[in-house]
């Protein structure tokens, strides 16, 4: 039984070791979904945006992206919601400026797609993009924009 307790308090305090909030000033903006921090700590972060896949810098409406989330968080605070890490050791999380969802925000002003394939439960991601495409936003002004992820594949052939 004593075993049993400590495997799940182990379990629990591991889950929760996942459920953390990291602060910092941004130091770069890569592009649209991927940001430098420089933490509270003097830790420099990769931050990747959770649920979000903007263009990249050298695809069509790659540059206006990475300015829009330039122009509204360069040099500034924020916080990071961390959900994850990825392959390339970033962090994956929700940013947030000023209590403003930034990930969201980039939806909200088409300088995004919702990545379906990593949030695929978001219904508020999915339906802010479809809101986004509705009003023609952002990249949704072009007819039939490219996906980042496609756009990802055919560079790699």
Do not use: C
Not at 39 to 62: C, H, L, M, S, W
Not at 66 to 79: A, Q, S, T
Not at 136 to 148: I, M
């Amino acid at each position: 039984m004593r075993r049993l307790l400590v495997l799940i308090l182990s379990l629990f305090m591991m889950a929760l070791s996942f459920a953390t909030t990291i602060k910092g000033k941004v130091i770069k903006v890569a592009d649209g979904d991927t940001i430098t921090i420089l933490e509270e700590n003097g830790d420099k972060t990769r931050v990747r945006f959770y649920g979000i896949d903007a263009p990249e810098k050298k695809q069509e409406y790659g540059i206006k992206s990475l300015d829009v989330l330039k122009r509204l968080i360069d040099k500034k605070e924020v916080e990071i919601d961390v959900k994850d890490k990825d392959q390339y050791g970033r962090i994956v999380g929700v940013v947030y400026y000023n209590g403003m969802n930034v990930n969201l925000y980039m939806l909200e002003t088409g300088n995004a797609w919702w990545y379906k394939q990593y949030s695929k439960h978001n219904v508020e991601f999915r339906v802010t993009e479809e809101k986004a495409r509705l009003e023609k936003l952002g990249l949704w002004k072009e007819n039939n924009p490219t996906p980042p992820w496609v756009y990802r594949k055919g560079k790699r052939k």
